[in-house]
Nanobody
């Protein structure tokens, strides 16, 4: 599985951005996908996740502002980010998971930088 993010950039506080994650390879084995981020001097954290069953989960810090979605035809996942704040500045990573009886596989993209200016 190969993941490639796009859509990052510089935006002013209160603005919006949409990130995309294009998946290729053995995508039929993916059980769940999500977005993570790592801010300056911080650990990587989950931002939003989506299972193949359509269930979504958001970090408290972005709930109500960010929306995760998936287009199964385009094999692409999106993260719509609204009302951005400087605290949202981070490298955003796309993640895909394969779950097996005794283990899980995680795949990561290289990340896309989002910078929110005050």
């Amino acid at each position: 599985v190969k993941l490639e993010e796009s859509g990052g950039g510089l935006v002013q506080a209160g603005g919006s951005l949409t990130l995309s994650c294009a998946a290729s390879g053995s995508i039929f084995s993916i059980n769940a996908m999500g977005w993570y981020r790592q801010g300056p001097g911080k650990q990587r954290e989950m931002v939003a996740a989506s299972s193949t069953g359509g269930k979504t989960n958001y970090a408290d810090s972005v709930a109500g502002r960010f929306t995760i979605s998936r287009d199964s035809v385009k094999n692409t996942m999106y993260l719509q980010m609204n009302n951005l704040t400087p605290e949202d500045t981070a490298v955003y990573y796309c993640n895909a998971k394969e779950d097996y009886p005794n283990y899980s596989m995680d795949y990561w993209g290289e990340g896309t930088l989002v910078t929110v200016s005050s």
